[in-house]
Every structure is written in C-alpha cells, then in structure tokens.
C-alpha cells in the first residue's frame, strides 16, 4: 500500500464573538513564532527538545499560550526553518507576517459532521462549518487528520486539513498503458500512449496570458509605490492561482482518459539550469517556473489515487532522437518550424510530439529492465 495526502478546504461559519476570539489567538500564535523565530536564527538551535527547555516558559507568560499552542508555535517554526535550509542552503530568518495558527489533530481542534471545535486562547468553541465535499473523509478507518492551518484571507475562515489515506501500490505487472508526457511552451503537454494515439494541449492562450501578467507586473515595478507593491503581490497571487487551476485541469483529464495501471513517462526537470538549456531566454518566464513542478505533483497523486504510476527520465536528446530508427543529431530538429525530420530516415512530425513519442519508449524500456533509463534507446 501507498499513502496520499490531499488537503481539504473548509470554510469556517463565525459570529462576531468568534471572529474576536479567533484573530486575538492568531495574532497572538503569530507573534509567539516571531519570537521564536529570533531566537532560533541567532542560536541556530532547530531542536524541539532543547528550544522547549529554553522557551516554554516565557511562551505561556509572555504571550499567555496553552500548552498544546505553545509546543505548535514550536514545531511551526522548527519546520519553516527547515524547509528554507533544505531550498536555500543558508540561514535566513523567516519572518510570519500574516495571523495563522496551526491545530493539531483531537488536541487543538476536532471536526465532526456538523461541527468544527477550536481551542482558543479564552477557551474551546464549536463553530458550523461548510461540509460540502467533507462527507467522505469522515470515515476514519480510511482517511486520517493531520496538523491542520487556520487563516483567514479576507474576512473569511479558512481551515486547510491535510487528509491522508492508503491506496495500492503501483505494480510493474499491472501496468497495461505507458504515457508518454512532453512538456513545453506551444503545447503545454503532448502526449503519445500504448495505442499510438497522440494528444496536444495548447499553450498559446497560456503563454500570452502570463506574459501579460509580466508585462503589467514590470510596469507597476517602474512606480515604486506602496500601492503598486501590492498590486504586485495580489497578481502574483492571482496567477499562481490560476496556473494550480490548469494543473489540476490537464492532470485530472490525463488520468481520467487513461485505464487504471496506466505507467506516465515525464522528463526529470529538476532545478532551473536542466530545465532552461533546451529553453529560449525570451520564454523562461514562461515555462523555468514552479508551474512545471506543480502539475508533475498534481499528477503524481491524482495517478495514484487511479492506481498508476509516474516515472521521471533523463530528457537528454528526446527532441532530437528519431523514434523509428534511432538516429540521434540536433539537426534533426527544427525549433522555429516546430519540425522534426530524421536525416538518416526522413521520419516526419512536429518535434513536441518526437519527444513524447521517445518518452513513452523509455517507459517500455523501464518496464522492460525494472530500472529507469538513463538515455532514449530504439528496438
């Protein structure tokens, strides 16, 4: 068995009471990792067990937490740390700007059919909640709560429960479709499966709706102004969302058109330069970004949840090796035209779907040898 964790969003039903209660406790849980924060960035100290000893005390009194809360601001800033060492390789003081509070499971809060119990700092209330699309989680000898986060984006409750749950594992034996998954700017997937059927998805609308995002970014960049900081933010935010919408979009539609024991075949993009040497400079925006990564998350779980898997391969040369006869050269490929033509056997098509064509190959190869190949091959 495989485990998946899902995120489920909830929105929280608060009176005026609540609403008082809830933001003086976020607040209040916001400024309690502030501090800890400062303390841990000159100590360098990202032990539970030492910063307890050291801050318990002054977390109760100073800030008045409870006990579950103050061992929460802990673990919510030992795990920030984390995170920015392992990404940035260096220690940089995260500062928490926006009132959260993060609720671990039967101790901060609980959650039933019809209600949502929170612990605040004056004491646990029950608040009515949003349940649409909730009712299936609630059976626990399937789905299990995690640490749940608390926010509240403008004027409204949010509680973000991480669910998981086991599925079975993929077996090689299963595996009755291989998917081969291109990814690039003019399509932003094309695909070629085991029935030698091709798909394309479009990436022009995409790619000239970012760009005006950059433009009307650099603009307000030129201001200087507190207000165009903020517009600048509020954008960002706007097509980061917009973007996880079309992940979740194209990678549902990919594993609902394909069987269970379907095995999908990505390039490995990992980190910019890999991603950026088969890229034009003028369209890195566009493609080097964390959209890339998302929808290969996004169709990761969403592939074991329908029982299929995801491998990832060396793209080296899958734009530029003919998948007929196997030739291999950088002429083969026409990147203005968009056209592939092998010089060795005049194979003809458009070179998004070559490299999906090569990629599905590498996904027989790797059910073939049980090991993921380390460069496209041809029978």
């Excluded at 986060?149 to 595996?175: C, M, Q, R, W």
């Amino acid at each position: 068995m495989e485990q998946i964790t899902v995120t489920a969003k909830i929105q929280i039903i608060t009176s005026d009471a609540d609403t008082v209660l809830l933001d003086n406790t976020m607040s209040i849980y916001r400024n309690a990792c502030n501090y800890v924060s400062n303390h841990i960035f000159h100590t360098h100290d990202l032990k539970q067990f030492s910063l307890n000893k050291f801050l318990y005390a002054t977390l109760r009194e100073k800030f008045g937490l409870k006990s579950q809360m103050a061992q929460s601001v802990l673990k919510t800033v030992i795990a920030r740390y984390k995170t920015i060492l392992e990404n940035q390789k260096e220690w940089i003081k995260p500062v928490f700007k926006k009132p959260q509070y993060d609720l671990v499971w039967n101790r901060d809060y609980s959650l039933t059919q019809d209600v949502f119990s929170i612990n605040t700092l004056e004491g646990r209330i029950k608040l009515d909640y949003y349940s649409e699309g909730m009712e299936k989680y609630f059976d626990q000898t399937i789905y299990k709560f995690g640490t749940a986060k608390l926010v509240n984006k403008h004027g409204k409750y949010f509680l973000h429960i991480p669910v998981t749950y086991d599925v079975p594992a993929s077996n090689l034996s299963e595996v009755c479709n291989v998917v081969g998954i291109d990814r690039g700017i003019n399509f932003l997937i094309t695909t070629y499966d085991s029935k030698h059927k091709s798909g394309f998805v479009s990436g022009k609308a995409i790619k000239q709706k970012r760009a005006n995002y950059s433009k009307l970014r650099k603009e307000l960049q030129i201001r200087k102004t507190p207000s165009s900081r903020r517009r600048i933010k509020a954008i960002g935010q706007r097509e980061n969302r917009w973007m996880q919408d079309i992940n979740h979009q194209v990678s549902k539609a990919l594993v609902e058109r394909n069987p269970k024991h379907t095995l999908f075949v990505l390039e490995d993009l990992t980190g910019v330069r890999n991603a950026t040497e088969r890229i034009r400079t003028k369209d890195r925006y566009v493609s080097v970004s964390w959209s890339f990564y998302d929808l290969e998350q996004k169709l990761i779980y969403k592939a074991k949840q329908n029982e299929s898997a995801v491998i990832k391969v060396d793209p080296s040369y899958t734009s530029q090796c003919c998948p007929k006869c196997g030739h291999t050269e950088k002429a083969n490929r026409n990147k203005k035209k968009h056209l592939f033509t092998c010089k060795n056997c005049g194979y003809q098509s458009n070179d998004d779907r070559i490299g999906a064509m090569n990629l599905h190959r590498m996904g027989i190869n790797y059910l073939v040898d049980n090991q993921v190949p380390s460069a496209v091959t041809t029978e």
